[in-house]
């Protein structure tokens, strides 16, 4: 099922953001839809990945849409039968996050404010969801998330990155090397420009693109398969 | 997978509208979140039923909740490679209903006003898709739904039914005689009390009750495979 690279359109972070705007504005999507079919497809990605024998996933979000993904994707992976824990240090007053929050409540998953330590994370997870940033992060990494991704940076556990690995430049990559060096990548909606220096498990997730949006900015999407919310590159 | 009967406890209509106002309330879920993921589910048990030889989908949609399940399996279906029509009669204002079906649009998934004469659905289609009436349904079919049934049972078509068969008393089943008989049904978060007298294929969707709602309304969920959306019963 994987295809090739070249075969792939790359997204800069500008485009990603007017696609968004488009899904959201005269396409008539709401964020709460996106939101919960973007966390799920990283559910499955993420499951495909761990299968049986890993199933302690501290899940780690940002302040913004991807960190939602996250709180959307722990949900499911609950469901699922995994035991996720979901880390998340700077909480939205959004109602949206609230109630994702509230669901991760009714289901006892763990929701810390502060990450564990490197030697913690090492002990008690087999592998870390980064739901940190997405296409819309530029500039300095802000605190606490410039020492959890420090922390993070020093575990040997498979971090799976969700759409941008955290600490990358969107369109350039792992500039000076200060981000995240992922084991896996979950593509939402279409690969950004930075994936072209990524190496490792390639996903695609987000299967709702209309034509509209695929031909007025030279998406080449591949096909899913069956009834999957992902499928690999 | 199939699970007997039996084991499974049917919920009467005024406590499916309390699960529901709880998850919409103190759990935390959004309308919009919880229709995405009840149409995807009606979605993958239609294709599931449906295979690769019933392509044709007429999706007939209500005026509440359950239409909006419908609309929502319509864009799903049309991703999964189907070729969804939707028959939605009665269009709400409300921004989330309107936002499905300008979805719709953008994929050009037709939405007629007006359902087809049986003649043409005999024709034109290969399974129907019934999301009229849902789980608050009571009293009088009212116009042009009236009608509407009337013509779908005049058809040898098969059809799916969203959660309820459209017309039966949701606690006790056809009464009269004056609801459809369809050939599938898709129960969403546990089977309604009326859904002890259907005899056709049974699915069972809405993967998502947290255990403090299972507790409380002693549902006897079984446990769904893999990923699914969707497991029979």
Redesign the interface.
């Known amino acids: 099922m994987a295809c090739s690279l070249q075969d792939l359109a790359f997204l800069e972070a500008s485009k990603a953001a007017e696609i968004d705007e488009k899904l959201m504005g005269?396409?008539?999507?709401?964020i709460?839809?996106l939101m919960?079919?973007a966390g799920?497809s990283v559910?499955?990605a993420t499951?495909e990945y761990c299968a049986q024998n890993l199933q302690r996933i501290l899940v780690v979000c940002g302040p913004g849409n991807n960190g939602g993904d996250g709180l959307v994707a722990a949900?499911h992976l609950y469901?699922?039968g995994y035991k996720p824990v979901v880390c998340y240090p700077k909480q939205t007053a959004k109602?949206?996050y609230?109630?994702?929050?509230?669901?991760l409540a009714?289901?006892?998953v763990p929701v810390l404010q502060e990450l564990p330590s490197a030697e913690a994370i090492e002990r008690d997870f087999d592998v870390v969801v980064d739901a940190i940033f997405g296409f819309s992060f530029k500039g300095e990494i802000r605190a606490p998330f410039a020492d959890i991704i420090s922390t993070l940076k020093k575990i040997s556990k498979p971090i799976v990155s969700v759409d941008v690995p955290s600490g990358w430049d969107v369109n350039e990559g792992n500039k000076g090397g200060v981000g995240l060096e992922p084991a896996v990548l979950i593509s939402l909606t279409a690969p950004k420009l930075c994936a072209k220096h990524f190496k490792g498990h390639h996903f695609l997730g987000g299967?709702?693109v209309?034509?509209?949006i695929r031909d007025e900015f030279g998406l080449k999407l591949p096909t899913?398969p069956?009834?999957s919310?992902k499928r690999p590159l």
Chains 1, 2 share one sequence.
């Open positions: 005269p396409l008539g999507f709401s709460d839809q919960e079919l799920l559910a499955t499951s949900r469901h699922f109602p949206l609230q109630g994702l929050v509230t669901q009714s289901l006892d299967r709702f209309p034509p509209a899913y069956g009834l919310r």
